[in-house]
Every structure is written in structure tokens, then in C-alpha cells.
Antibody, heavy 117, light 107 residues
Framework: EVQLVQSGAEVKKPGESLKISCKGSGYSFINYWIGWVRQMPGKGLEWMGIIYPGDSDTRYSPSFQGQVTISADKSISTAYLQWSSLKASDTAMYYC??????????WGQGTMVTVSS | EIVLTQSPGTLSLSPGERATLSCRASQSVGSRYLAWYQQKPGQAPRLLIQDASSRATGIPDRFSGSGSGTDFTLTISRLEPEDFAVYYCQQYGSSPYTFGQGTKLEI
């Protein structure tokens, strides 16, 4: 079965760093782009960026460029989304998704990140 | 970046009725580079339609998509109780691949 399994919920303080993960299984991880999507509480979906694990080619939405870092470790079939200094406005559910063609066909279950002092 | 505007914001219908959801792009998304997703409370989104009108694997044929350029429509021919959810369109004609703000389909 093709699936993406994300790391668990996180509660952090402003200014702290964080790295969340997304592990793919059931398919060739290096051959599909993985994207990250933000959903703030009660709001819609926002496309953050994508990475091709085969060569780590990464594209960011201008809205998220410089705010987060997307990376991947193909040896363990895992993609990451990280922050160096969290803000309260980073509180959201974050989804990873596998791109097939140009669409997000397979989604992870989501990781809730709460940033609060 | 391309802005997608979905209408209406909320659509109130009953099971058995027909639903028509609209997605309008601020500029052409390149013919048919548009997808639709369904999201139920507490769940990840699910792909319904890609390339404006192609149903994803396992999606019932009561879901259909149409349109091109800047105007797209998702139609649910006869609503089932499980169809009440939020629906998002997404364009992939131009990076960043933006989403619309969503249409909530409620009973």
C-alpha cells in the first residue's frame, strides 16, 4: 500500500526550532515529488513547496521562501519541513503529499504544530 | 501568482440534489491544469478530479468537472450524505500551484 506517514503533533514556544517528517512507503520514494501544504485553523489550503527526493531539487512558494526549509533523506524515504525560529502564526496543520503528474494524489495524515508561549 | 476564487463560499443543499461549485482563476491556468479536492472534518484532502475533468481512481461518477482557461466547475449530480464536505480547487499551470479558498457544502 502506498502511504505517507507523518510525525506526531508538536507544541513549541516562539523562537524554537522544529523539524517535522513525512515517511513514504509502498513505492519508489526517489521518483515522486513530495509537497507540503499548510492549513491554518479553520482556513484553507496553502501550497508551500515541493521537493524531488531523487536529486533534492526544491521549489518554494514565494510566500514561504526563506520562512521554512524543505529537505529529504532518500536513504530512509523521508521528507522534512523545518523552521529555525517558530512564530505563533506558524500554528497550523501541515500535510505532506505525493505528487503524481502535477496533482497531489496521496496525502499524509497531517502534523499539527502549535506555537504558543 | 494565480489567484483562484471559489463560489459560493457555502452551499446548502439536501441529499439527492445537484451541486454546482465554481472556481475562477485570475489568469488562464493553461487550458485544463486544474484539480478538485474534497476535505472532510479531521481528514486530509482527497483528490477528486485532475486535468479539469478526469476523475481520480475510485471517485464515483456522480462527480464531474468541466471548464478551461479561467472558469471551472465541479458538479455533483446527486448528493449523497457523505458528500457534505469542503471542496478546494487547485491550479497547476503556473508555480506556485495555488488553491482556492474552498466551498463548504452543507446540508
Amino acid at each position: 500500500e502506498v502511504q505517507l506517514v507523518q510525525s506526531g503533533a508538536e507544541v513549541k514556544k516562539p523562537g524554537e526550532s522544529l523539524k517535522i517528517s513525512c515517511k513514504g512507503s509502498g513505492y519508489s520514494f526517489i521518483n515522486y515529488w513530495i509537497g507540503w501544504v499548510r492549513q491554518m485553523p479553520g482556513k484553507g489550503l496553502e501550497w508551500m513547496g515541493i521537493i524531488y527526493p531523487g536529486d533534492s531539487d526544491t521549489r518554494y512558494s514565494p510566500s514561504f521562501q526563506g520562512q521554512v526549509t524543505i529537505s529529504a533523506d532518500k536513504s530512509i524515504s523521508t521528507a522534512y519541513l523545518q523552521w529555525s525560529s517558530l512564530k505563533a502564526s506558524d500554528t497550523a496543520m501541515y500535510y505532506c503529499a505525493r505528487r503524481s503528474g502535477q496533482v497531489f494524489e496521496i496525502w499524509g495524515q497531517g502534523t499539527m504544530v502549535t506555537v504558543s508561549s | 501568482e494565480i489567484v483562484l476564487t471559489q463560489s459560493p463560499g457555502t452551499l446548502s443543499l439536501s441529499p439527492g440534489e445537484r451541486a454546482t461549485l465554481s472556481c475562477r482563476a485570475s489568469q488562464s491556468v493553461g487550458s485544463r491544469y486544474l484539480a478538485w479536492y474534497q476535505q472532510k472534518p479531521g481528514q486530509a484532502p482527497r483528490l477528486l478530479i485532475q486535468d479539469a475533468s478526469s476523475r481520480a481512481t475510485g471517485i464515483p461518477d456522480r462527480f464531474s468537472g468541466s471548464g478551461s482557461g479561467t472558469d471551472f466547475t465541479l458538479t455533483i449530480s446527486r448528493l449523497e450524505p457523505e458528500d457534505f464536505a469542503v471542496y478546494y480547487c487547485q491550479q497547476y499551470g503556473s508555480s506556485p500551484y495555488t488553491f482556492g479558498q474552498g466551498t463548504k457544502l452543507e446540508i
